[in-house]
Each structure stands twice: as structure tokens, then as C-alpha cells.
């Protein structure tokens, strides 16, 4: 499997002939669309505390009694609209997901290609660090380095680094499948007479890595990464939903989840509900594009 494979007419074929994998890609579009155009498209700003007014906190959906149309989903605590922090939520949901995601397929792919082709110690040491981290659930990975983080780094900057940190936490936990990938795709491209022709007339190996074995072991972590950006997004939900990731002035989907948790037995039910629908439609739409694309970048499956 190979990019250019991503490309071919099988795919786009296979993509016509689905209608959950159509399904899939239009919410997501929506989801990135809503997320990208929030500056333009919500109906207020809620990071401007300046137009914020604690006396239309609480303020049920437009179509509840008591509800006003210039807050169609309701206002929170503070008074935000909540389709508006939604859209925005979901912007530093989505930056956060696919920023970690590409710190993890970066790591992954690198020492995944080294050990795959350079083999010996250097392979035996990445796979036995691989196999303690797999031996942990991802997010407590995550929580152990977002709390070193945040004890190491000084206490009046802890808003301003938290996403950097968030970051960095998710990616360094889920870095293990893209290397476990590469590293068995390597072990078989590195035997092929291209990489033996490459040997033979001279090339480095650094530009046989990078130009004749990379290109080949890409595809499979392309579909691992479209796959693990909506775990991502649930991790970052959840480590901010614990409190310990985006913080409650830039609020993610998280975030706002855990704020209005806090006021749904009190009957203010739409301040963590909308959130999580959108959350969850968001997430259900990602994997479900990525599920199809796995299954049919599988040559076993045509």
C-alpha cells in the first residue's frame, strides 16, 4: 500500500458506493466548516468579556418558554451563548486533536523508520519502550505528562502554556501505533531490489529512508491518523473535562461539557447537552470516515 493509492480510481469509486462514508464526510466538512468560520458565523463573540451580561445567564433555547431568538441554543453561566462557544469549542477541540495527531505521526514515523530499517539495539530499546507505554491506558499516559508539565512550568503562566501542554501530552501518548506500523512496513520494504538497487549504487541512508522506503509505509499511517484525530479529541474532552486541560476562558467542547455538567440536575440541561451532541457528532463522524477509509485502502476487502 502506497500514496498513490489514496488517489486511485478504487477509492473514489469505493467513496461513491457508500453512503455512510458520504454521510460521514459531510458532517465532518460541516463540523471543520462551523469550527474554521466561527469568527464569522457565530452569533456572538463568548471571549469577549466585554459583551458578556451575567443577567441573561441562564437563558433556556429560543424555542423554550423564556428563551430569546438572539440565543438559540441558551446562554451558560456567564451569560455566552452556547451555539457561539460551541463553534469556537470546537475550533480549539479540533486544533488541539489534529496538532497532536501530527506531533504523534511525526514521532511515530521517525522512530518507527529507524527502527525498522537501522534494526538491533536501537530497535530492541524503541520496541521494549513501546511495549511498557502500550502496557498503560493512553489517557493516563497523557494525565502523567500534562501534570509533570504543569508542576515543572510556573504557576501564573498555566493558562497561557495549557494548550502547548495539552498538546504535548496527547501526542507523546498515542506516538506508539504509527512507530509499531512503520517499523513492521519497513522490515519488509527495506528487502525489496528497489532499496537494494539504492544500496548498491550508492545512496546514504538517510535519502533511502526518506525517498524510497517513506513514501511506501505511508499509507496505512494515514488511516491510523484520520482514526486517531477523533481519539485525540475525545482525550483532550476528557482531560478538560477533568479540569486539567483547556481552560475555562477558552473553553473547548471539554470544557464547556464540564460546566454545564455542573448545572444539569438544577435543570439547566442545554448548557452541557448541546456541547455534547456536538461533541459526539463530531467524533462519530471522524471515525466513521476513518473506519471506511481503512477498510478500503484493504487490499483483502476489494
Not at 478504487?10 to 457508500?18: E, K, M, N, P, Q
Not at 488541539?96 to 527502527?115: E, N, P, R, Y
Request: aromatic share 8%; glycine share 8%.
Amino acid at each position: 500500500m502506497n500514496l498513490r493509492a489514496l488517489l486511485g480510481h478504487d477509492l473514489a469509486y469505493s467513496f461513491r458506493r457508500s453512503p455512510v462514508a458520504i454521510a460521514a464526510a459531510v458532517l465532518t466538512a460541516i463540523c471543520i466548516g462551523g469550527a474554521l468560520l466561527a469568527p464569522w458565523i457565530a452569533p456572538h463573540n463568548p471571549f469577549d468579556a466585554a459583551s458578556l451580561d451575567l443577567n441573561k445567564a441562564f437563558a433556556p433555547p429560543a424555542w423554550v418558554a423564556q428563551g430569546a431568538k438572539a440565543y438559540p441554543l441558551g446562554t451558560d453561566d456567564q451569560g455566552r451563548d452556547i451555539l457561539s462557544t460551541i463553534l469556537y469549542g470546537a475550533r480549539i477541540s479540533l486544533a488541539v486533536g489534529v496538532t497532536a495527531v501530527l506531533f504523534s505521526l511525526s514521532l511515530g514515523v521517525t522512530v518507527g523508520l529507524l527502527a525498522g530499517y537501522l534494526g538491533g539495539r536501537l530497535d530492541a530499546f524503541i520496541m521494549r519502550v513501546a511495549d511498557v507505554q502500550l502496557s498503560f491506558p493512553p489517557i493516563l499516559i497523557a494525565l502523567l505528562i500534562n501534570g509533570v508539565a504543569r508542576v515543572a512550568l510556573p504557576n501564573d503562566r498555566q493558562d497561557e502554556i495549557a494548550i502547548p501542554v495539552l498538546i504535548l501530552a496527547i501526542g507523546i501518548s498515542g506516538w506508539v501505533q504509527y512507530a509499531r506500523t512503520v517499523r513492521g512496513s519497513t522490515l519488509v520494504e527495506k528487502n525489496k531490489e528497489y532499496v537494494q538497487a539504492a544500496r548498491v549504487i550508492g545512496r546514504p541512508p538517510l535519502a533511502i529512508m526518506l525517498r524510497h522506503v517513506l513514501p511506501n509505509v505511508m499509507g496505512p499511517v494515514l488511516v491510523i491518523g484520520t482514526i486517531h484525530i477523533a481519539t485525540a479529541i475525545i482525550t483532550e474532552a476528557t482531560l478538560s473535562f477533568l479540569g486539567v486541560g483547556v481552560p475555562p476562558t477558552r473553553p473547548s467542547l471539554g470544557t464547556l461539557i464540564r460546566i454545564g455538567n455542573e448545572f444539569l440536575l438544577s435543570g439547566e440541561w442545554w448548557i452541557t447537552v448541546f456541547p455534547g451532541i456536538a461533541l459526539v457528532t463530531l467524533v462519530l463522524s471522524v471515525n466513521l470516515f476513518g473506519d471506511w477509509l481503512r477498510d478500503a485502502l484493504n487490499p483483502k476487502l476489494r
